[in-house]
């Protein structure tokens, strides 16, 4: 498995921007796909973005597809979630994840999660 550490949450005005940011430890990160889930208070974790491990295919949930981006960066063991245009229903605790499957939306095929780092959007 991979630790991962989740950075780069706030509070921010409806119609901002924030970019998140996971950091992975191990020598093997460009190995995994990874992935941002969301959770919101009393709602299930859901899925927001994944990238496989070269970074050239991406997958998005309908609810967040054109305002955020996922995106690596293999030398720096870091993957980033841009979020634009944001919304109040974007407000939840983002979680980042790794999976050693090529490419993966569903929550059951990561294996390695990080604490999360909450986003909350005002109105």
């Known amino acids: 498995q991979v630790q991962l550490v989740e950075s780069g949450g706030g509070l921010v005005q409806a119609g901002g921007s924030l970019r998140l940011s996971c950091a992975a430890s191990?020598?093997?990160?460009?190995?995994?796909?990874m992935g941002w889930f969301r959770q919101a208070p009393g709602k299930e974790r859901e899925f927001v973005a994944t990238i496989n491990w070269s970074g050239d295919r991406t997958y998005f949930a309908d609810s967040v597809k054109g305002r955020f981006t996922i995106s690596r960066d293999n030398a720096k063991n870091t993957v980033y979630l841009q979020m634009n245009s944001l919304k109040p229903e974007d407000t939840a605790v983002y979680y980042c994840?790794?999976?050693?499957?090529?490419?993966?939306?569903?929550?059951?095929?990561?294996?390695?999660w990080g604490q999360g780092t909450q986003v909350t959007v005002s109105s």
């Open positions: 994840a790794a999976t050693t499957t090529s490419v993966a939306t569903t929550l059951s095929d990561f294996d390695s």
């Open positions: 191990g020598r093997t990160f460009s190995s995994y796909a």
